[in-house]
């Protein structure tokens, strides 16, 4: 795969990333494992690079904007932390091939929400009727789009810390962020508006992926140029998102995110 | 509510210039590659690799202290058992 080819691929990850909420593992590993033909567990460390500089660059603007909310994101790290460590362990024993039906796993349930996402609508703020701004958690924030100021509390956190743990157990196995879990975790199971969900999810990613990257890191399974090709290409990526997509109708994206998902977890496992 | 937003600008300052100098450091180490060829550009990317790693941990460290400021020691121990665990995963991880 070509140095221009790996640039672009960055850079549509980093356009998704900050759009979503998503770090954009999921199609960094299979596009490289499928197309550059680099191994998986090289594929993962990329990956969880690349992830860090979509969440770093995306979180810069998000936290300034008081969008992502950074108590609730510690509160979770915890948790994300923990399963990453976990992960990253549980990797340096499975064998590629197993790793890699794993991974066919994982689209097709990201092809499966993403395709109900792009069906339904997502919990919108100011749907909340209990707004306690006194819970530790809860914050507020400006609806960039709007301009409208949205209150929110934050509920079963017991719940969204034991899932969280799951959540970063797959990052660090499978060189994801965890956001496509934690996006609507926070949603659905914790009540927070959707964008700050995104924007939260994005702040964590960097911590769950830097988590493992380290791990990763340790074992030389970082690809110097390969890695910096893709990274850069993200930063660039993400950086127009935000100025960009992030004002978009996501319906479409949503239902074409699902389809190269679903057609990437045919292509790993036939 | 004043010193959550100035802990925010500090965070949101150090993602910023994370990336930055990493993907300084990365650009470089490729047009040596590219340049030059060999190992050693290799090893510049690899330091600008790792800058961008340590970016996410600096802000853990920096929530820590922020919060501790602040006045809010729940945040700052939950911040503290990040880095616990990062360092955890660090050191098992050979």
Redesign the interface.
Known sequence: MTFLLLLVLGFCVGLLGSVFGLGGGIFIVPILFLYAHIPIHQAIATSL?AI??T???V???N??R?LAN??LG??L??ST??G??LG??IAGMVSPSVLKYIFAALLFFVAWTMFRKSLNNARQAGEQETCRLDH?LGTQYTDPATGKVCSYSIKRMPAASAISVFAGAISGLLGVGGGIIQVPLMNIVCGVPIKAAAATSNFML??T???????????GM?L??V???V??GV?AGSALGMRVLARTEGKRLELAFSLIAFAMALKIIF | MKKEKRIQILISKTLFYGVLVSSVIMITGLAVVYLFGGSYGGRIIMAGVLALIITPIARVVLLAAGYAHAGRPRFAVMSLIIIATMAFGYIIGK
Do not use: K, N, Q
């Open positions: 690079v860090i500089a969440s770093s660059s979180a810069a603007v936290v300034e008081g950074m108590r510690i509160t790290e915890v932390a923990a990453a460590v990253a362990v530790p960097g911590v992926a830097a988590t493992s990257a380290v791990v990763y890191f340790r074992r970082v110097p140029e890695t910096a090709v990274v850069l930063i």
